[in-house]
């Protein structure tokens, strides 16, 4: 594994932009892409309205896409979430980046975010490029105890065949796997959104999936409390 120290997810300004006065101003302003969302309003032309009216950075910006979602949307998927004992004896099938590097970026004490629908997400964003930290191992071995606790039966981890890396990592969970007695199923294929969409017993924060799977679990919620991280809430 690269022994390389890289912050994940970490943003230039962030101190400045999420905390102390800048939190007032998120919050006013999500206050008001979440009313234009209730009524009908695509959430980036949204932000993008609200960003410029608040002088918001890109980042900020950003930030309120992936926090704020409508109504409507909140709803169907607390009804599709579910309860860990519902899990007991389960199959979970998770989008393996998207959860590692949420992680990651907890260890790593960088910029994390407090969602309207009760996930945890970051602002890091992947664009095909991955490569293993310090923080990767660590990761994998909360997911690991986490679902032996949970008594999950198997985890199925899907990992995206074009991000670099995604063999190096599928050897790393299989290693760490060793040491658990949750069956494992690691799978590097092209479009795991489209396949994570059809199943049950999700485990992701991508909002996209979110609504159109059949259910889902908040592991990464769980997970992020083993870490000491604190997320931010913008709204």
Known sequence: MENKQLKRGSGAHDEKEFYGESIDKLRK???HIRYLI???YDIKGASVFVGNHFLLSERQRLALVRSISPDEKLYLRREKECAADELVGKTVYIDGFNTIITLEIAL???LLLRCMDGTIRDLAG????YRLINE???SVEIIAGMLEQLKIKKAVFYLDAPVSNSGR???LIENIWENHNTKLDVNVINDVDKTLQEKECV?????IILDKCKSWFNLISLCIEKTEAVPVKVW
Do not use: Y
Request: aromatic content about 0%.
């Open 29 to 31: 302003a999500a206050e």
């Open 38 to 40: 209730n009524e009908g």
């Open 108 to 110: 790593c004490r960088s």
């Open 126 to 129: 992947l664009r095909g490029t």
């Open 136 to 138: 990767t191992q660590k």
């Open 169 to 171: 990592l599928k050897s």
């Open 203 to 207: 485990i992701t924060s991508d909002a």
